[in-house]
């Protein structure tokens, strides 16, 4: 009885952390060099070639000079604008249909080149320093909490009840953003779970034999006699 009251402590506490358990420690990249060797004699030259008559250091439309970046590229620091040269060049929007295009080669190229560069970042290392942003500890709101253990121990209580109001964020109270996890909401899940146990073990009620029933078509199951 022991070791089954501390199964059924353990699983009360499911709505705690509810779809997503636990909360996931902030991460900073790691950036690999860019691909110099590849980029210097096969990048470098069609960038020059079909970008810099508009985007370089004469003459920046839209304020966007790719010069200043093809000489030492860091595609870490400068990944927004060659993420939007990787998508210009995608959906054909870049160069202009009046100026000089690559060849489909080329193209391709450059946006393979791109995006392989953007996606080397390594969220692992503490040594550049991005802030990922706040992680919130998921769990579930008051009514998804009470329909969990409801399904789960089948016992007709709402242990929410006495929880504090959910937090609202566009109208909605389970986005698990604004769903925070305060010490007096810990505190009422570690007593909810106390209570769960006794409504799910009752010890006050006589125990009855199993009673053997068959199947009918008609009135779908009774007892042997």
């Not at 996890?181 to 779970?193: C, F, G, N, T």
């Amino acid at each position: 009885m022991f070791s089954k009251l501390h199964k059924i402590t353990f699983l009360a506490l499911v709505g705690v952390f509810g779809q997503a358990l636990g909360a996931a420690e902030e991460t900073k990249p790691t950036v690999v060099p860019t691909s110099q060797a590849e980029f210097n004699p096969d990048i470098f030259p069609i960038i020059k070639d079909i970008c810099f008559g508009c985007h370089g250091n004469k003459r920046a439309k839209a304020e966007l000079n790719l010069e200043l970046f093809s000489a030492n590229p860091d595609f870490f620091k400068d990944g927004r604008t060659w993420e939007h040269v990787s998508e210009m060049l995608r959906h054909r929007e870049m160069p202009p249909e009046n100026k000089k295009q690559p060849t489909e080669d080329q193209r391709i190229m450059l946006i393979e080149f791109i995006e392989k560069e953007l996606a080397k970042f390594d969220c692992s290392n503490p040594a550049v320093p991005v802030n990922p942003g706040r992680v919130t500890l998921r769990r579930l709101n008051r009514s998804e909490y009470n329909n969990t253990i409801r399904d789960l121990f089948g016992v007709d209580y709402q242990p929410a009840a006495d929880f504090p109001n959910d937090e609202v964020g566009y109208g909605f109270n389970n986005i698990g953003d604004v769903l925070s996890m305060s010490p007096i909401l810990m505190e009422k899940y570690l007593r909810a779970a106390e209570e769960i146990t006794a409504q799910a073990i009752r010890t006050d009620i006589p125990a009855y034999p199993p009673e053997d029933v068959i199947r009918t078509k008609k009135w779908g199951t009774r007892s042997d006699d």
